[in-house]
């Protein structure tokens, strides 16, 4: 008899996002202050944060003490897999870069490709501001037309000092400042801290150093890393393994915490949002492929759904990041040096 066939990781990751989003709703709908005090619960805040027994929360059931074990493992489960993407996107970033900069013996054509990588970079984010502008314009979300002044204020309350942070953060920099933070201070403190840019220049400048020596005392060393790639590949494989779950609980805990209610007055916004996105998912990004690239509507969705995915579910660039370079090696064929 012959072994059944496997569901493919991004119909796995599928399932669990869907069910993720029905088994939240079921909650949010179900759940509630009264729930919680039927179980001997009277602060379900301090419960769920991980409060103890004393006070109005003595009488807690084991029903209670349960429900809280499960939320609890759900967020672990979760977070356990954020954390895994988050510790290898730096190792493949600086290991893929040091090795596909120094298989470039020819530094023109590094500068060929990236010059190519930077000018489709700034097009796309062209493209992007510009569907993005266009559909804020037409629809309005955030008018009253859409949103009472009373959730408006209520996402104020909740939302404004990390939205205050996030404006200041994007204020016009500086040029020179700019350019002169790229450049690392301490490339290990760089690595730490995941600043990305340093990590990548710090990266290429070694890459870039490997072919300007001997390639008798740089080819060990590009060995070394190039295991590496492959190693940290692997580390990324083991960690898909539980991103089905993963997503299910990130999904979850988001959807029975906000609900019908806030979901309702975000639909507007959310409907514009993922407009937008639709826009440059299924007629930028795919169209830029087959001009450039030769590659199929069906194909690049095919190869490229498992990080398409998990950047919906996990909103996380870094930590899709390892996912969206073995995509594009492994399934559409792009070589190492072009896609490190």
């Known amino acids: 008899m012959s072994d059944r066939k496997k569901l493919a990781l991004h119909w796995q990751i599928l399932i669990g996002l869907v069910l993720g989003v029905i088994v939240g709703l079921i909650i949010n709908a179900a759940w509630d202050a009264g729930t919680w005090s039927s179980m001997g619960v009277e602060d379900p805040a301090a419960w769920v944060a991980g409060g103890g027994v004393e006070g109005s929360n003595e009488g807690a059931s084991f029903v209670a003490r349960s429900a809280r074990f499960v939320r609890n493992a759900n967020g672990f489960v979760g977070d356990l897999f954020l954390r895994g993407l988050r510790f290898i996107a730096v190792p493949i970033v600086v290991f893929s870069l040091i090795v596909g900069a120094s298989s470039l013996n020819d530094l023109s054509k590094l500068s060929r490709i990236g010059g190519k990588t930077i000018g489709i970079y700034i097009f796309t984010t062209a493209i992007a501001i510009t569907v993005g502008l266009f559909f804020a314009n037409i629809v309005k979300p955030g008018s009253t037309r859409f949103i009472s002044a009373e959730t408006r204020d209520g996402f104020i309350d909740r939302f404004g000092a990390d939205a205050d942070a996030k404006i200041l953060a994007a204020q016009k920099p500086d040029v020179w400042d700019t350019v002169l933070n790229i450049v690392p201070k301490n490339p290990f403190e760089a690595i730490a801290a995941g600043n990305m840019l340093q990590v990548v220049f710090a990266s290429l400048l070694v890459g870039i150093a490997l072919t300007m020596i001997k390639r008798e005392k740089a080819k060990p060393v590009i060995a070394f890393f190039d295991a590496m790639t492959d190693v940290v590949i692997k580390v990324v494989e083991i960690v898909l393994m539980i991103a089905p779950y993963a997503v299910f609980a990130l999904i979850v805990e988001q959807i ?21 996105l639709a826009t440059m998912m299924f007629v930028v990004y795919p169209l830029g492929f087959k001009l450039l690239g ?47």
């Open 256 to 276: 029975a915490e906000l609900g019908f209610d806030i979901l309702g007055s975000l639909a507007v916004y959310s409907i514009t949002v993922v407009a937008g």
């Open 294 to 340: 030769g590659v199929g509507y069906g194909r690049f969705f095919s190869a490229m759904s498992p990080a398409q995915l998990l950047a919906f579910s996990s909103a996380s660039s870094s930590a899709t990041l390892p996912v969206t370079m073995e995509c594009a090696e492994q399934r559409l064929g792009v070589k190492e040096e072009v896609s490190s």
